[in-house]
């Protein structure tokens, strides 16, 4: 090829991270706000949503727990797959929001296909990762992997939270227990938690004793030994903000010692 042919040779990938300006946004022509909108029109209008009213439209399907948006939802995101490497897509992002507070199965399917299938990208993927955590997702060891491993602290923290165990996630979250991001270390510890992996006690401890949450308090009693029971009764104890997940935590463990110190939290509360 002539170094002139090979001058107007397109580059096939040089929009990769831009917004698209071919995706078939039709104007969304609404005479009626979203809220007095029936149902198929507002799911029609959530196919054709534009960059002004997207959000609006996936908050109204929210605000009804419409499963049947699930679909809709999932197209709007999947118009703009392969984009948004550098800047989040707008569209992306409220359909991800939407999906997250609908919630149930479907949903958390529709999330979990979409990280499979990379079907959000750049820092659009933080989003999607912190929906599949409010979902419950569970994603397999083959595409939690990168997750874990990639650059930003709240697509790894969200990997721990959702990854599914196997011998390399394993491995690699006792790594991020050194993370120097503190969100991704406590993820990584309360995964190995619930794991019970002795590797995450030393850190459980310190957070029950300096920053207890629900989550950390869930995650400690996963591990069940006498040091995280004393600490959780104690936290319960002093903590009225925290005492009913602390006693959540000790009513799953089938010992006396920790239905010993359930029943104390329980005769320490207010009447």
Known sequence: MSDTASDRQLDLFAAAGHRPDVVPALPAARHLPPAELGNDALLDHIRRASIADCHVLAMEAARRRLNTAIPALDELCRRFKGFG???????????????????????????????????????????????????????PPERA??????????????????????????????????DLHVDVSRAAACALA??????????????????????????????????????????????????????????????????AIAASVRRSRPR
């Open 194 to 259: 619930r794991l019970r992996r002795p590797e995450a006690r030393l850190m459980l401890l310190r957070l029950l004793c300096q920053e207890p949450s629900a989550e950390i308090i869930d995650a400690a009693a996963s591990l069940g030994d006498e040091e995280c029971l004393v600490l959780l009764g104690r936290i319960g104890r002093a903590r009225s903000d925290l005492a009913d997940a602390v006693l959540a935590a000790l009513d799953e463990i089938e010992a006396p010692r920790a239905t």
């Open 85 to 139: 490497l550098r800047q989040p897509i707008p569209e992306q992002l409220a359909a991800l929001e939407g999906l997250a507070l609908i919630g149930g199965i479907g949903a958390a399917q529709i999330v979990a296909r979409m990280i499979t299938e990379q079907v959000v990208h750049g820092p659009g993927l933080a989003v999607a990762a912190e929906a599949a955590v409010r979902l419950g997702v569970r994603l």
């Open 145 to 178: 992997l990168p997750l874990l491993r990639d650059p930003e602290p709240r697509v790894r923290a969200a990997a721990c939270r959702c990854a599914r165990s196997s011998p390399d996630v394993t491995a690699v979250m006792v790594e991020l227990l050194g």
